[in-house]
């Protein structure tokens, strides 16, 4: 600056000796000539150089001898105060000063804008595991690098990465920070179980009868599990998936129940497995009695034909066998119970009554009077129960305490009551 100074000030010099050589003595018109400095740009920059989408960023020029704009965006610029930007995309800032006489100097400064980090999705393969298992985990992400916290690391979206085992309920957080150290995070828990389940024993009937239905088995219930049920030799009717079921038997044999428990980590117990022996349904043939009305202190046979089952005979409890028989000797009129039970206690009864006729007795017969003349008669009375009265000869009916008139033929003559 100063050559040029000193260059500009010797062309003054001279200009002016030439005008006062040329003027012919005339007078100074006592004009002057000015210069203007060259516009200079010490620096331009952006802060930050690089952002997000949806950041901004300030401009920072240092100029002088000259007005300040930066393009695009044809923003008035002040040497040492800041513009500030919002692009959407990279661009490149340009700062142009301008002098009075129109000399120009530029310089560029570029905004880099990355795209936010974003999380699309943040998932466990199970939501609830058995302690001491592992599970997998697996983000989508893009916009930045992936961080799975709690020892797992660096993590590439879409790449499932295991938890290791895990001894308690744990939560999992996911960071994706782009180049710029924005970041947005997830996260996802696993439930750990403390317990598997344990294998069910199944209550049921040791024995079933054939054909039976509502028939039920059961298990303990364990918190927060499923039941599985599966049945040879009947048909499972309601509640296959809780811990209690209804069922029918079928015809013979057996009925095979078996029973798995699972958890809410999908871990399922050894089967617990139980069987019902399938008993014949007890049917009673034939009971029958040889007199069904037999004399008071007299007896008769009962006979009896069954099968599916052991017999018994009351009163008296007395065991029976089919095609065999029983002498009875009852005192009173009274009802015969034959009951077959089979090994479910499934029962069916049979009845015969027996009725029991009391002894006759007879407590008096008389003769009033006893002795009589050829052609008169005589009142005969007879106090007696349990019976009809006949007096003979005669085959005179009667009743107890009536006197019947007899007229005798001749002699002496007995009659039977």
């Known amino acids: 600056m100063r050559t040029l100074s000193k260059v500009m000030q010797l062309v003054a010099l001279c200009t002016l000796a030439v005008s006062l050589a040329c003027g012919g003595g005339g007078s100074s018109s006592g004009g002057s000539s000015t210069t203007s400095s060259a516009p200079s740009i010490t620096s331009f920059a952006a802060k930050p150089p690089i952002l997000s989408a949806g950041g901004s960023a300030n401009f920072l020029g240092i100029f002088s001898n000259g007005t300040g704009v930066i393009t695009p965006g044809d923003l008035p610029a002040t040497s040492g105060t800041a513009v500030n930007v919002t692009p959407t995309a990279t661009t490149t800032y340009t700062l142009t000063v301008t002098s009075s006489s129109g000399a120009e100097v530029n310089q560029t400064a570029t905004v880099t804008v990355v795209p936010p980090p974003v999380i699309q999705s943040f998932s466990t393969a199970s939501a609830t595991i058995t302690v001491g298992s592992a599970t997998t ?22 790449v499932a990465v295991s938890t290791g085992n895990l001894a308690a309920n744990t939560t999992f957080t996911l960071t994706v920070t782009n180049a710029v150290g924005t970041s947005v995070t997830s996260e996802v828990t696993v439930n750990v179980l403390i317990l598997a389940p344990i294998t069910p024993v199944i209550t049921t009937p040791a024995n079933v009868t054939a054909g039976a239905t509502g028939l039920t088995a059961s298990v303990a219930v364990q918190t927060g599990c499923t039941y599985a049920w599966t049945i040879a030799g009947g ?29 809410a980590a999908g871990v399922a117990s050894t089967q617990g497995t139980a069987s019902s022996t399938i008993a014949a349904t007890p049917v009673i043939s034939a009971f029958t009695a040889a007199s069904m009305s037999i004399s008071q202190g007299s007896g008769t046979i009962l006979s009896f034909s069954f099968s599916g089952g052991t017999g018994v005979i009351t009163p008296g409890n007395a065991t029976a066998t089919s095609g065999g028989t029983l002498n009875i000797n009852p005192s009173t009129t ?17 009845s015969v009554t027996i009725q029991v006729v009391p002894t006759p007795t007879i407590t008096s017969f008389l ?4 002795t009589i003349t050829a052609g008169g008669s005589a009142a005969l009375t007879g106090t007696f129960a349990n019976g009809t009265g006949v007096i003979s000869p005669g085959n005179y009916a009667v009743t107890s305490g009536t006197a019947v008139n007899v007229i005798p033929t001749a002699g002496c003559v007995k009659f039977l009551l």
């Open 235 to 263: 048909t499972i009717t309601a509640g296959g998936k809780s811990n209690k079921i209804t069922f029918t038997a079928g015809g013979s044999g057996s009925v095979q129940l078996a029973c798995a428990v699972t958890n």
């Open 137 to 158: 985990l697996t983000a989508s992400f893009g916009g930045g690098t992936g961080s799975i916290d709690q020892g797992i690391g660096a993590v590439t979206s879409g």
């Open 334 to 350: 009274t009802t015969y119970t034959l009951t077959i039970t089979n090994a479910a206690s499934l029962s069916v009864p049979a």
């Open 367 to 370: 003769a009033n009077p006893t």
